[in-house]
């Protein structure tokens, strides 16, 4: 029996969802811990792409028992879309997949405010979805939860409350036009059928899960340096996609986990604002954005491409404590006569001791950088770690040293069987 929380140890995009799909083989109950539709979790296997935006990855192995927990806002709008193109692929949910009665909802006035908030204050790159305000009202205990569907009149006395506020701000902030309020209390009175369902206690199936001694795998989304409280803020998601986000966002302790896996792409890629010490600017990072096909699952936008970043995976890793690393894209740096790996951040010369999360320093640190040779041949169809190229081996162990982990699996395509573990 393992309990195995799998972090995105970078900006996001590291291949999670692949790696989730790949896994659940041997699990028995996938969770979903933070954040929202935020996500784009891509999953390519049998000639079909699915791409999971709220929905654990787990979902496409039929006989995973899927949960979303606490901590995700949930836009059932999306969430609804998402099942019906899951069914559409002859993919039923019902009866196992199941929701915290505790999630926080995404509304119409969250995706609005997330607009405005970007066309008019400091512009993040948000992926629109909401995410940011809805968790605003849940901290600030106003937010309506899926519990509270559940009874009509709480949730139309607790959605109008929290419209009639909107619309002062709407109008005062914003100058934006009043929504109407009895029209999304219809729309989202809606819901409540089809929700009910899916609605469970998640820390009471998880300890049941646990003590029937089943496989629990809890899935991050984001990455790293994207938390909230760990990550390069204010250019950060709203939630904690660290290891203990995990155990906030499920409702399962602690001592019950059993493996943290970092899922790591061999370059670094983020989408949106924010200071990117690796980026590259030129042919090399055209050619990662190309090779790698580096465009946003969720909105499209092309990803910001650079070197792997060693120094920050340290700090990934210092704050999650992976027990190994997945290593993805390995395919990307095919066709790169060199590679190079951060492994120091300097100003004027002085080096870093620690990774420094504050925007102001990070974005003036120059990057040092170590030279490896590529390995000019492609990986795609290799199956074990011993037909990799000496080079190809050279890197892994490179940056396995550099983060002080090991690598577990190493992933050379978007397919499923484009994967082999590591002994
Ligand atoms: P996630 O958000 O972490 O699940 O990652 P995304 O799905 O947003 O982005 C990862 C992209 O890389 C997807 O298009 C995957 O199909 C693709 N991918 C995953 N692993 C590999 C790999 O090893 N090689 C290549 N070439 N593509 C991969
Ligand atoms: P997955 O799970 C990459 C980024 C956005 C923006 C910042 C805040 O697919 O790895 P938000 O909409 O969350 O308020 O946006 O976070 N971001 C992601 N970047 N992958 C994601 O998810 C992301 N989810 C949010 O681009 O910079
Ligand atoms: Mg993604």
Redesign the pocket.
């Known amino acids: 029996m393992s309990v195995t929380i799998l972090v995105?140890s970078q900006?996001?995009?590291e291949g999670?969802g692949k790696i989730v799909d790949l896994l659940s083989s041997n699990y028995q109950v996938v969770a979903r811990y933070q954040?929202g539709a935020?996500?784009?979790?891509t999953v390519e296997f049998d000639d079909k792409k699915y791409i999971l935006h709220l929905i654990p990855s787990g979902i496409l192995r039929p006989d995973v028992v899927c949960a979303i927990g606490n901590g995700v806002v949930i836009d059932p709008v999306a969430l609804m879309n998402e099942i019906e193109l899951l069914s559409k692929s002859n993919i039923d949910v019902h009866g196992r997949l199941f929701i915290s009665q505790n999630a926080h909802l995404i509304m119409p006035y969250h995706k609005l405010l997330d607009s405005l908030s970007e066309s008019t204050g400091k512009k993040?790159?948000?992926?629109?979805?909401g995410?940011?305000p809805s968790y605003i009202d849940k901290v600030s205990r106003k937010g309506i939860r899926i519990v509270d569907l559940l009874d009509r009149k709480v949730f139309e006395a607790k959605l109008r409350a929290n419209i009639e506020e909107k619309n002062i701000i709407l109008k005062k902030v914003y100058d934006h036009s009043e929504l109407n309020v009895n029209e999304i209390v219809e729309q989202y009175l809606e819901f409540d059928r089809k929700i009910d369902p899916f609605i469970k206690d998640i820390p009471l199936l998880l300890a049941q899960a646990v003590k029937d001694g089943k496989s629990i795998l809890l899935e991050g989304?984001?990455?790293a340096l994207?938390d909230v409280d760990h990550g390069t803020y204010p250019?950060?998601?709203?939630s904690n996609p660290t290891v203990g986000g995990a155990c906030t966002g499920t409702g399962l302790p602690p001592n019950k986990i059993t493996d943290i896996m970092g899922i790591v792409k061999a370059y670094t890629t983020r989408?949106?604002?924010?200071p990117f010490p690796t980026e590259l600017l030129d042919e090399d990072g055209e050619k990662l954005r190309k090779i790698g096909s580096e465009f946003g699952?969720?909105t499209g936008r092309p990803r910001r491409c650079g070197w792997f970043d060693a120094f920050l995976l340290n700090y990934s890793a210092l704050i999650n404590g992976y027990n190994s690393v997945a290593i993805t894209k390995l395919d990307v740096l095919d066709e790169f006569d060199k590679i190079k790996v951060c492994v120091a951040y300097e100003i004027n010369g002085k080096r870093f001791k620690s990774f420094p999360t504050d925007v102001e320093r990070l974005s003036l640190v120059t990057p040092v950088y170590v030279t490896l040779d590529g390995w000019n041949c492609s990986t795609k169809n290799i199956t074990s770690y011993n037909d990799l190229p000496s080079k190809t081996k050279d890197f892994l162990s490179f940056i396995s040293r550099e983060i002080d982990t090991p690598v577990s699996i190493v992933s050379v395509g978007p397919k499923r069987h484009q994967t082999f573990f590591v002994n």
């Open positions: 995105g900006w996001g995009d999670k954040g935020n996500a784009g979790h993040i790159g948000t992926t629109g979805r995410i940011g989304a984001q990455g994207l250019f950060v998601t709203s989408v949106g604002e924010g699952a969720t």
